[in-house]
Antibody, heavy 119, light 106 residues
Framework: QITLRESGPTLVRPTQTLTLTCTFS??????????VGWIRQPPGKALEWLAL???????RYSPSLKSRLTITKDTSRNQVVLTMTNVDPVDTATYYC???????????WGRGILVTVSP | SYELTQPPSVSVSPGQTASISCSGD??????ACWYHQRPGQSPVLVIY???KRPSGIPERFSGSKSGKTATLTISGTQTMDEADYYC?????????FGGGTKLTVL
C-alpha cells in the first residue's frame, strides 16, 4: 500500500525559505521508473506542478519557478524534500506530494499541507 | 509555454453523460491523464494513458483522445461525481495541468 504524507511549516513569513518534506511508504525511490512530484493548489484555484525527482536523481522543475525551487531525495529515509526560496503571499497554497508511476501520471497523492505566507 | 485548455464548467443531469475536453498543441503525441477532486480532498487519478482506468475507478469513467484533444466521459453521471476535474500531460521536461473543469450534477 502506497502512502505519502507532507510535513512542514503551515505559516511562513515573506522572503523566507519554505522547506517541505514528503515521507512515503510502500515503494522505493531507487526502483527504476519511479518518481515523486510536488504539486500545489492556491485556495480556490487550479493545480500547479512544481517539481519532480526520479529514481536516478534526475530532476525537473516548473519553468516559471525553477530559480526558486530545489528538490532532493533521501532514499534510505524514504523522503523527498522541496525547498522554495523567497516566498511571497501568492505562494499560499496547499502543497501535495505524489507518486509518479512509470508514465508521467500521479497515481497516489498525499493529503496535502496548507502553507500560508503572511507577515 | 505548454498549456492545456479545459472548459471552466460543465453541467449534467443525473443519469446523463458528461464530457469534458482538454486541448493542447502537444497532446497530439503525448498521453493525457485525468483526475477528479472533491472539495477538501486530494486529487484522484481516474484515467491514465488516455484511456486506461485505474483499479477501483468505476466503469462509467472513460477517456479518449483524438488529435490534440483528450476527452473524459462520464456515463450515467451520479451526484457523487460532482467535483473538479483536471487533465494533465507532459513534455520532455515539464508536467502540465489543465485549468480544471467544475462538473455540476443537477
Amino acid at each position: 500500500q502506497i502512502t505519502l504524507r507532507e510535513s512542514g511549516p503551515t505559516l511562513v513569513r515573506p522572503t523566507q525559505t519554505l522547506t517541505l518534506t514528503c515521507t512515503f511508504s510502500g515503494f522505493s525511490l531507487s526502483t527504476s521508473g519511479v518518481g515523486v512530484g510536488w504539486i500545489r493548489q492556491p485556495p480556490g484555484k487550479a493545480l500547479e506542478w512544481l517539481a519532480l525527482i526520479f529514481w536516478d536523481d534526475d530532476k525537473r522543475y516548473s519553468p516559471s519557478l525553477k530559480s526558486r525551487l530545489t528538490i532532493t531525495k533521501d532514499t534510505s529515509r524514504n523522503q523527498v524534500v522541496l525547498t522554495m526560496t523567497n516566498v511571497d503571499p501568492v505562494d499560499t497554497a496547499t502543497y501535495y506530494c505524489a507518486h509518479k508511476a512509470g508514465d508521467y501520471y500521479f497515481d497516489y497523492w498525499g493529503r496535502g499541507i496548507l502553507v500560508t505566507v503572511s507577515p | 509555454s505548454y498549456e492545456l485548455t479545459q472548459p471552466p464548467s460543465v453541467s449534467v443531469s443525473p443519469g446523463q453523460t458528461a464530457s469534458i475536453s482538454c486541448s493542447g498543441d502537444k497532446l497530439g503525441d503525448k498521453d493525457a491523464c485525468w483526475y477528479h477532486q472533491r472539495p477538501g480532498q486530494s486529487p484522484v487519478l481516474v484515467i491514465y494513458q488516455n484511456t486506461k482506468r485505474p483499479s477501483g475507478i468505476p466503469e462509467r469513467f472513460s477517456g479518449s483522445k483524438s488529435g490534440k484533444t483528450a476527452t473524459l466521459t462520464i456515463s450515467g453521471t451520479q451526484t457523487m461525481d460532482e467535483a473538479d476535474y483536471y487533465c494533465q500531460a507532459w513534455d520532455s521536461t515539464t508536467v502540465v495541468f489543465g485549468g480544471g473543469t467544475k462538473l455540476t450534477v443537477l
